[in-house]
């Protein structure tokens, strides 16, 4: 059985749409995908129309959080999305994203990049705009080479000449809200460095306290001295531990499947839950 349960699709910063990405998760040889676009569950409805038999579809979100100046990503899963208090959490993150866009691309206009908000908004699309669609406006501009070279000191990154902070949920709340919904929570790629800061393994420690029921370990941006540092703290702190490719479609080099979770871990996951079921595919109705 081979799960993923971190990908992205064009309701935010993916470029697959969700009917593309759950076909394109069968074609992979996924059993079960999970669709977590950023702070907004707008694909789900898409993805669960599309869905084709033999694919199971986790419905979530990857929510934006920040910690002591530190920026991480809680993945929320089976959740009700229409549960009042997390859905205006999720909304004020989304409606912050304009403004922050429009102010990165004024500090790239000042540092002598032509970028515009009608190119941004372009390449968004009908996604919630986010650095990427910024990043992927400079690759277009030949000012770097790929997404994942923007996100240096130099332009995008956290703190970078370029960057603009947003409204970011405080990680404990969010692990609150997230559990008031009947959802379950993970931590995306906690050792992810090469991003920018990471907390530290005791504030990961205050999170569990708090509810945190699991660590995204198996990841594109963890070595394996991270993975088996992880491993260790998770087994230490009575956290599932996950894998997932964090696919975006080609923004990113990551491929559906790359890492996958185990079976056990994904019941357990699926037995914590208690605001959403996950969906069954029936052979898809929706055009691509």
């Not at 229409?82 to 994203?97: F, T």
């Amino acid at each position: 059985m081979r799960i993923d349960l971190h990908c992205h699709s064009t309701a935010s910063d993916g470029t697959d749409t969700p009917t593309e990405l759950v076909r394109n998760a069968a074609a992979a040889g996924l059993d079960v995908v999970a669709l977590t676009d950023h702070d907004t569950t707008r694909g789900h409805a898409e993805a669960v129309a599309a869905l084709p038999e033999g694919l199971t579809l986790v419905t979530g979100a990857e929510l934006s959080c920040r910690l002591d100046g530190v920026g991480l990503h809680l993945l929320a899963y089976l959740f009700d999305p229409e549960e009042p208090a997390l859905l205006a959490e999720r909304e004020l993150v989304r409606d912050d994203r304009v403004p922050r866009a429009q102010a990165m691309i004024a500090k790239l206009n000042e540092l002598g990049v032509p970028v515009t908000w009608e190119q941004v908004a372009r390449i968004a699309g009908d996604g919630s705009v986010g650095r990427p669609h910024v990043a992927s406006a400079l690759v277009e501009l030949g000012v770097v080479p790929t997404v994942s070279d923007a996100f240096t000191a130099d332009w995008l990154a956290d703190g970078g000449r370029a960057h603009v902070g947003k409204h970011e949920t405080d990680p404990f709340e969010a692990i609150r809200l997230v559990k008031a919904a009947g959802g379950v929570t993970v931590f995306a790629h906690p050792g992810a460095s090469k991003r920018g800061r990471t907390v530290p393994e005791s504030a990961i420690a205050g999170l569990a306290a708090a509810g945190l029921d699991g660590i995204e370990v198996d990841h594109m941006d963890h070595d394996p001295a991270t993975r088996a540092r992880l491993r260790g703290l998770a087994k230490e702190l009575g956290l599932l531990t996950t894998g997932s490719s964090d696919y975006h479609g080609s923004r990113k080099t990551c491929v559906l499947g790359e890492h996958t979770t185990d079976p056990e871990v994904y019941g357990e996951i699926t037995r914590r839950a208690a605001g959403a079921f996950p969906v069954p595919g029936a052979g898809g109705t929706a055009a691509r």
